[in-house]
């Protein structure tokens, strides 16, 4: 073991390799979470609403079969033939199979070997931008759980209690251990992301009648707070808040979108944390130059 961690520290090309293997297990395993969390979530509040009002006739077989990130096992959605490991080969089965399952030729999705490449991809990149070091693990949980969550909001438009709370929790406690950014500033910027947001979706009811945003969104920002401190709230803000109009604007314009459809900020607020996370000291300092001018 000892020679193990040797190596990962004076070889940068072994430390990127392995990185790159074990995130393309991460990335399949994410594109498990994206697409049954939601669907576990929504059972729970079947039951949970089937229990309080003692709707008996309302429950099906399906609850009482088990569901969940382990089981069952992975089966094509509509042949339903188990799915062997030798074609579940994150990548490269699919690229094998020519986007097709093996049994009955329907199309997989290019989102799944999409999800693992991104997973890969932006997992080594934080490796090659932090290097060997105790911030590397939790830079790399960061950026999973931001991938995971920002599908998981387009799809569903719903950011996770239990991935934006553990995401939450891992900055607050790092800063204890591991993380450049003090207590005191994560506790702040915590506060400071979550009440920003909740702020501005009350201002936006009171004033309209409608919600801007969900508490999913409050509860992201404060994580991200959290990892980046007060300081780097600014920046997130800015920079998603930027994207998302721009993304925004566009489809209406040019893909007709309805402009009262609501779009989902997750995935704006979780790009903007990466990048506040790896070069935040950079965009603070050009984000002041700017301000400042």
Known sequence: ?????????????????????????????????????PVM??????????????????????????FNLVKPDSTCPHCHTPIKAIHNVPVLSWLFLKGRCAYCQTTIPARYPMVEALTTLL????????????????????TWLLIAMTFIDLDKML????????????GLIGSLYWSPVSPEDAILGAAAGYLSLWSIYWGFK????????GY?????????????????????????????AIVGLSQIAFKGQDH???????PYLAAAGWLAFLYGDWLTEQYWQWVLA
Request: aromatic share 12%.
């Open 159 to 170: 950011l996770p209690d239990q991935l934006t709370l553990p995401l939450l929790w891992l």
């Open 123 to 142: 997992s080594v990149w934080v490796t090659w931008h932090l290097g060997y070091g105790p911030m590397l693990i939790p830079a790399l949980m960061f």
């Open 216 to 244: 999913g969104d409050f509860k992201l920002l404060a994580a991200l707070g959290a990892w980046l401190g007060w300081q780097g709230l600014p920046v997130v803000i800015l920079l998603s808040s930027l994207v998302g």
């Open 41 to 66: 979530m929504e059972r729970e509040w079947q039951s949970e609403y089937q229990s309080y009002f003692h709707d008996q006739a309302a429950e099906t077989d399906n609850s009482t079969k088990p």
């Open 206 to 213: 009171l004033l309209t009648g409608k919600e801007g945003m």
């Open 260 to 266: 009262a459809k609501p779009i989902p900020f997750g």
């Open 1 to 37: 073991m000892t020679e193990i961690l040797t190596l990962l520290e004076v070889s940068p090309a072994f430390l990127l390799s392995l990185i790159a293997f074990i995130s393309l297990m991460v990335g399949s395993f994410l594109n498990v979470v994206i697409y049954r969390l």
